[in-house]
Each structure stands twice: as C-alpha cells, then as structure tokens.
C-alpha cells in the first residue's frame, strides 16, 4: 500500500496561499465580466458604431481631398460633368430656344397644376 499524501493543514501558508490566488482569480473573472457587460450594453454599442463610423467618414474625406489635390484637373472635370447631368432640363430648353426650336412636349416641365375646389351647393327647398 501506498501512503496517502498528508493533507495540509487549515492554518498552513500553501492553504492561505492557495485561498489567495482564489480571490485573485475571483476579482478577475468579475471584472471581465463586468467588461463584457458595459461593451455589450446597447448604449455602449451604439455610441462605438457612432464614433466609428465618424471616423470611417473622416478618413473618406481626407482620402477626398488627397485626390483632389494630387487630380486637380480629374476632379474640376467630375464636378463640371456633375453640374452638366444635374443641369441637364434647363440646359436642354436654353439650348432649344437658342436654335429657334421650341421644347419637345416630353422635355418640357408642366406647370403645377391648382387643385380644384369646387363650390358645393347644398340642395335645399325653400317653403315659403
């Protein structure tokens, strides 16, 4: 037969040791879990999507203006054709009345028309 290890003692410094390494592994494990909790409070979500996305849409614009000024020619072009396409009805009508021609009906914009209110005459006899 073999013999059994002795048990250590309550008062023994492997037992406080042993107890205070448990309490370390304690207050950790709680404090990650209060960690998650806060990172997965809706709030908490909302406001880090936020940020990031302010960040995302800064980044953008600084890559932006980064082309812009190494493109300078490429982007007055992409703005010009952008106020071109947007501009595109009335350049379309200015450019029909410089030619004598007048609109095609399909192009040209219809006034708005007024809703009509129609005076509703109620039906009534008079007895006289």
Sequence with gaps: ????????????????AARIEAE???ARLMATAHELQERLNPKTMARDALQGAKEKGADLAEDAVDAVRTHPRAAGGLVAALALFLARQPLIGLAGKLVGREEKP???RKPRAKPKTEDKQEDTETIE
Excluded: G, L, Q
């Design 1 to 16: 037969m073999s013999a059994a290890p002795p048990k250590p003692r309550p008062d023994s410094p492997e037992v406080t």
């Design 24 to 26: 370390r592994s304690r």
């Design 106 to 108: 399909s192009t040209r």
